[in-house]
C-alpha cells in the first residue's frame, strides 16, 4: 500500500520534531515548596509551616528563593521545580526577612537585625557553602535597623546602596555602601528617610481588611528595581495581617531619590479569591527577561502572620508603569519558555471547577466538615478523626469535566511537630470517577519522601470525569487537616455572558468607589478590573458570585482619576469585560 504524499510529509515532520521535555509544564499559587515549620510562636506551643517576606534572585540563569526562617534556602532550574538548599553551615543564627543579591557572579545575603551582622556570600549557592563578606554592619541607632533590608547593586554605576525598614513609625531608609569597606555604611549616620505612609490620601495604605481598621499602617519590605533609566523603589504596605497586604513603588531618577509617588499604587495587589495578600516581596527577572513580582498571602489559622507564599506575572508599560498581574491569580499558570508579550499570556485558561461542590468524606471530626474543601477559604478546613490511610474525601463536579490540574491544601492543625527532618513529608493519591463507583488513578505520591503542604498536581494529560477522590498516605502531624482541594480544567457549557448593569460611584471619601453589576446567571464569580487609564485597567478584585453583585472598593488615591471595568467567569471560561467606567 502506497503512503499519499501530504501523510509521508505530515509523518516525517512529526518524527524529526524534538521530543518535548517530560514533567510539568504549569504551576499555582501558593508555590508548591516544602515550607517550614515555623518557631516564632514557639514559645507559646503552637506549630505550623509557613512561609514569608520572599526574595528570588537569578543566578546566572538560576533561581534561588530566601524566605523568613527557613534553615536554608530553595534552589529551581525552570520556576516549577524547586529543591531545598541545606546550608554547610550557618555563620550565625537563622534569617529574618533576609536581603539577597546576585551581582558579579556573586549571592550576597544579609539578614534583619538591629544589631551589628555580616554580610554573606557564596559563589555557590546550589551547594549551600557561605562565606563572610564582611563581619559585621556598623551599628545604627536603636530601632532604625536595618530591618527588612534590601541590597542594590547599580551596574550603570557601579555603586552599592541597601534599603530597608519596618515600621508603623519609622520610613523606609537607604544608604550607599563602601565596596572600599566591603559594602559597609559609607559613614555610619550617612543614610536617608525616603518613604512614608499616607493612608489619607492613598487608600491602599490603610489598615484592617478592606482598609477597614484605624491602626496605624506599617511599611516594609522594601525593594529597587532600575528600568530604563528610572528607580522603582517598592514597598509592602499595610500590615501582613489581612487581604489587602501589597507593594507599591515611589519613582526617582537616582538610586537614594527624590521619589515620587507612583500614581497607579498599589502595584501588586490580591485582596480577593482563594489566597489573599500580595505584598512584601520583590521583583526579579527570570531567564528569558520577563518579570515577576512575588509576595506573602495571609493564611492566618495558627496565628496572624501564618503564610505562603506566591508569585505573578508582572512588568513595565510602554509609559514606564510598573505593573503586576494577579488576575487568575491563584489558577494555573504556564512556566515561561521564551519572552512574552501580553500581560495574561502565561494564564492556561484552566478554570475552577470545585467551587461549593458537594463533599463526602470518610470520617469528620467536631464540626469540621467536608463541605470546608471547596470554599476557597484557607481559614477554614476539614479534619479527618484519624490520620491513617484509612481516610479519604471525595469532590463531586456534579458533572462530567475535563480535569487539567489538582491543588491539595494542607492546614496544620495542632500538629505538634517542632523540626524539619526526614520524618516531614507528605503522601497520598487522587482517583477519579466518572460515576461515583468505578474509580481509577489519577496521581499517586505514595512513593514520595517530601513535604508538600500546598501540592500542586498537574495531569499529563486532560481526565473527562465527575468524581475527585483524595486517598490518604501520610503526614507527620497527628491530624488529617485540609483546608481546599482545588480542581481545575474545562467545562463542556458556554462561558457566561458580560455583567450588564455595571456602575461605579465614588464616595465623598474619594479614597472609596461603590460598584455595582447586575448578576449573570451560571457565573461563578467576577474580577473587578481598575487602573488608572482605559488601557491600564492592571488592579484585579476577585469577588465570588454568592457573596453578591456589589463592592466597597477602598484602594483608590485622593485626586486621581480611574477607569473600571468587569467580567464574569464560570467553569467554561471568562466573559468580554464591560463597557470601562470612568470616575474622578
Same mark, same amino acid.
Given at each position: 500500500?502506497?503512503?499519499?504524499?501530504?501523510?509521508?510529509a505530515?509523518?516525517?515532520?512529526?518524527?524529526?520534531?524534538p521530543?518535548?521535555?517530560?514533567?510539568?509544564?504549569?504551576?499555582?499559587?501558593?508555590?508548591?515548596?516544602a515550607?517550614?515549620?515555623?518557631?516564632?510562636q514557639?514559645n507559646?506551643?503552637?506549630?505550623?509551616?509557613?512561609?514569608?517576606?520572599?526574595v528570588?534572585?537569578?543566578h546566572?540563569?538560576?533561581?534561588?528563593?530566601?524566605?523568613?526562617?527557613?534553615?536554608?534556602?530553595?534552589?529551581?532550574?525552570?520556576?516549577?521545580?524547586?529543591e531545598?538548599?541545606?546550608?554547610?553551615?550557618?555563620p550565625?543564627?537563622?534569617?529574618?526577612?533576609?536581603?539577597?543579591?546576585?551581582?558579579?557572579?556573586?549571592?550576597?545575603?544579609?539578614?534583619?537585625?538591629?544589631?551589628?551582622?555580616?554580610?554573606?556570600?557564596?559563589?555557590t549557592?546550589?551547594?549551600?557553602?557561605?562565606?563572610?563578606?564582611?563581619?559585621?554592619?556598623?551599628?545604627?541607632?536603636?530601632?532604625?535597623?536595618?530591618?527588612?533590608?534590601?541590597?542594590?547593586?547599580?551596574?550603570?554605576?557601579?555603586?552599592?546602596?541597601?534599603?530597608?525598614?519596618?515600621?508603623?513609625?519609622?520610613?523606609?531608609?537607604?544608604?550607599?555602601?563602601?565596596?572600599?569597606?566591603?559594602?559597609?555604611y559609607?559613614?555610619?549616620?550617612?543614610?536617608?528617610?525616603?518613604?512614608?505612609?499616607?493612608?489619607?490620601?492613598?487608600?491602599?495604605?490603610?489598615?484592617?481588611?478592606?482598609?477597614?481598621?484605624?491602626?496605624?499602617?506599617?511599611?516594609?519590605?522594601?525593594?529597587?528595581?532600575?528600568?530604563?533609566?528610572?528607580?522603582?523603589l517598592?514597598?509592602?504596605?499595610?500590615?501582613?495581617?489581612?487581604?489587602?497586604?501589597?507593594?507599591?513603588?515611589?519613582?526617582?531618577?537616582?538610586?537614594?531619590?527624590?521619589?515620587?509617588?507612583?500614581?497607579?499604587?498599589?502595584?501588586?495587589?490580591?485582596?480577593?479569591?482563594?489566597?489573599?495578600?500580595?505584598?512584601?516581596?520583590?521583583?526579579?527577572?527570570d531567564?528569558?527577561g520577563?518579570?515577576?513580582?512575588?509576595?506573602?498571602?495571609?493564611?492566618?489559622?495558627?496565628?496572624?502572620f501564618?503564610?505562603?507564599?506566591?508569585?505573578?506575572?508582572?512588568?513595565?508599560?510602554?509609559?514606564?508603569?510598573?505593573?503586576?498581574?494577579?488576575?487568575?491569580?491563584?489558577?494555573?499558570?504556564?512556566?515561561?519558555?521564551?519572552?512574552?508579550?501580553?500581560?495574561?499570556?502565561? !494564564?492556561?485558561?484552566?478554570?475552577? @471547577?470545585?467551587?461549593?461542590? +458537594?463533599?463526602?468524606? /470518610?470520617?469528620? #471530626? &467536631?464540626?469540621?466538615?467536608a463541605?470546608?474543601?471547596?470554599?476557597?477559604?484557607?481559614?477554614?478546613?476539614?479534619?479527618?478523626?484519624?490520620?491513617?490511610?484509612?481516610?479519604?474525601?471525595?469532590?463531586?463536579?456534579?458533572?462530567?469535566?475535563?480535569?487539567?490540574?489538582?491543588?491539595?491544601?494542607?492546614?496544620?492543625?495542632?500538629?505538634?511537630?517542632?523540626?524539619?527532618?526526614?520524618?516531614?513529608?507528605?503522601?497520598?493519591?487522587?482517583?477519579?470517577?466518572?460515576?461515583?463507583?468505578?474509580?481509577?488513578?489519577?496521581?499517586?505520591?505514595?512513593?514520595?519522601?517530601?513535604?508538600?503542604?500546598?501540592?500542586?498536581?498537574?495531569?499529563?494529560?486532560?481526565?473527562?470525569?465527575?468524581?475527585?477522590?483524595?486517598?490518604?498516605?501520610?503526614?507527620?502531624?497527628?491530624?488529617?487537616?485540609?483546608s481546599?482541594?482545588?480542581? !481545575?480544567g474545562?467545562?463542556?457549557? @458556554?462561558?457566561?455572558?458580560? +455583567?450588564?448593569?455595571? /456602575?461605579v460611584? #465614588? &464616595?465623598?471619601?474619594?479614597?472609596?468607589?461603590?460598584?455595582?453589576?447586575?448578576?449573570?446567571?451560571?457565573?461563578?464569580?467576577?474580577?473587578?478590573?481598575?487602573?488608572?487609564?482605559?488601557?491600564?485597567?492592571?488592579?484585579?478584585?476577585?469577588?465570588?458570585?454568592?457573596?453578591?453583585?456589589?463592592?466597597?472598593l477602598?484602594?483608590?488615591?485622593?485626586?486621581?482619576?480611574?477607569?473600571?471595568?468587569?467580567?464574569?467567569?464560570?467553569?467554561?471560561?471568562?466573559?468580554?469585560?464591560?463597557?470601562?467606567?470612568?470616575?474622578?
Amino acid at each position: 500500500m502506497k503512503i499519499p504524499v501530504l501523510l509521508l510529509a505530515y509523518l516525517l515532520a512529526v518524527g524529526a520534531a524534538p521530543a518535548q521535555p517530560a514533567g510539568p509544564k504549569t504551576w499555582c499559587n501558593p508555590l508548591d515548596i516544602a515550607y517550614r515549620y515555623n518557631f516564632e510562636q514557639l514559645n507559646e506551643g503552637i506549630s505550623y509551616r509557613s512561609g514569608a517576606d520572599p526574595v528570588i534572585i537569578n543566578h546566572r540563569g538560576e533561581y534561588y528563593l530566601f524566605l523568613t526562617i527557613a534553615g536554608g534556602w530553595w534552589h529551581s532550574k525552570d520556576l516549577l521545580r524547586w529543591e531545598f538548599v541545606t546550608p554547610t553551615r550557618w555563620p550565625m543564627e537563622d534569617m529574618v526577612a533576609p536581603a539577597a543579591l546576585s551581582a558579579k557572579d556573586t549571592v550576597f545575603l544579609f539578614q534583619s537585625n538591629f544589631a551589628q551582622e555580616p554580610i554573606l556570600y557564596t559563589t555557590t549557592p546550589a551547594t549551600g557553602r557561605l562565606e563572610f563578606y564582611n563581619r559585621w554592619m556598623p551599628r545604627l541607632p536603636p530601632l532604625i535597623g536595618p530591618w527588612d533590608p534590601a541590597l542594590f547593586y547599580d551596574e550603570d554605576l557601579g555603586k552599592w546602596y541597601m534599603y530597608w525598614g519596618s515600621s508603623n513609625t519609622y520610613p523606609l531608609f537607604g544608604a550607599e555602601l563602601d565596596p572600599a569597606k566591603r559594602l559597609a555604611y559609607k559613614n555610619q549616620d550617612d543614610y536617608r528617610e525616603l518613604v512614608y505612609l499616607h493612608p489619607d490620601r492613598h487608600g491602599w495604605e490603610r489598615f484592617g481588611r478592606d482598609h477597614r481598621d484605624t491602626i496605624k499602617p506599617f511599611t516594609e519590605g522594601a525593594w529597587m528595581t532600575k528600568h530604563n533609566g528610572k528607580y522603582y523603589l517598592q514597598y509592602g504596605a499595610p500590615g501582613t495581617e489581612h487581604n489587602v497586604y501589597a507593594n507599591g513603588t515611589y519613582v526617582g531618577d537616582a538610586p537614594l531619590g527624590p521619589f515620587t509617588y507612583a500614581p497607579y499604587n498599589p502595584v501588586s495587589y490580591k485582596p480577593g479569591g482563594f489566597l489573599n495578600g500580595a505584598g512584601h516581596g520583590n521583583t526579579f527577572r527570570d531567564a528569558y527577561g520577563n518579570y515577576w513580582n512575588t509576595g506573602t498571602p495571609w493564611i492566618a489559622v495558627n496565628w496572624n502572620f501564618e503564610r505562603r507564599i506566591a508569585m505573578f506575572p508582572a512588568g513595565f508599560d510602554a509609559d514606564g508603569q510598573m505593573f503586576s498581574n494577579t488576575r487568575f491569580g491563584d489558577f494555573p499558570h504556564y512556566a515561561p519558555t521564551g519572552k512574552w508579550n501580553g500581560k495574561d499570556d502565561l !494564564f492556561t485558561g484552566w478554570m475552577l @471547577l470545585s467551587y461549593r461542590k +458537594p463533599c463526602t468524606a /470518610s470520617s469528620v #471530626r &467536631d464540626t469540621f466538615a467536608a463541605a470546608r474543601v471547596t470554599d476557597e477559604n484557607p481559614r477554614s478546613f476539614w479534619v479527618a478523626r484519624t490520620a491513617t490511610p484509612a481516610e479519604w474525601i471525595t469532590v463531586d463536579l456534579e458533572k462530567v469535566q475535563q480535569v487539567r490540574a489538582v491543588q491539595v491544601n494542607f492546614t496544620d492543625y495542632q500538629s505538634g511537630i517542632y523540626h524539619n527532618d526526614s520524618t516531614v513529608y507528605t503522601q497520598f493519591r487522587l482517583l477519579h470517577s466518572r460515576d461515583g463507583k468505578a474509580w481509577e488513578p489519577l496521581a499517586d505520591l505514595t512513593g514520595e519522601k517530601r513535604d508538600r503542604p500546598n501540592a500542586y498536581l498537574e495531569l499529563p494529560r486532560p481526565v473527562n470525569t465527575r468524581y475527585i477522590r483524595y486517598q490518604h498516605g501520610y503526614v507527620a502531624s497527628p491530624n488529617l487537616a485540609i483546608s481546599d482541594i482545588r480542581v !481545575f480544567g474545562s467545562g463542556n457549557g @458556554l462561558k457566561p455572558k458580560t +455583567p450588564a448593569g455595571f /456602575s461605579v460611584r #465614588r &464616595d465623598k471619601d474619594p479614597r472609596n468607589a461603590f460598584v455595582r453589576w447586575k448578576p449573570v446567571p451560571g457565573a461563578v464569580g467576577y474580577n473587578i478590573l481598575w487602573g488608572i487609564g482605559k488601557n491600564k485597567l492592571y488592579q484585579t478584585y476577585q469577588v465570588f458570585a454568592d457573596r453578591g453583585d456589589a463592592l466597597e472598593l477602598r484602594a483608590l488615591t485622593v485626586g486621581q482619576d480611574y477607569y473600571l471595568s468587569i467580567e464574569a467567569f464560570n467553569e467554561n471560561g471568562v466573559s468580554a469585560p464591560a463597557p470601562v467606567v470612568h470616575i474622578k
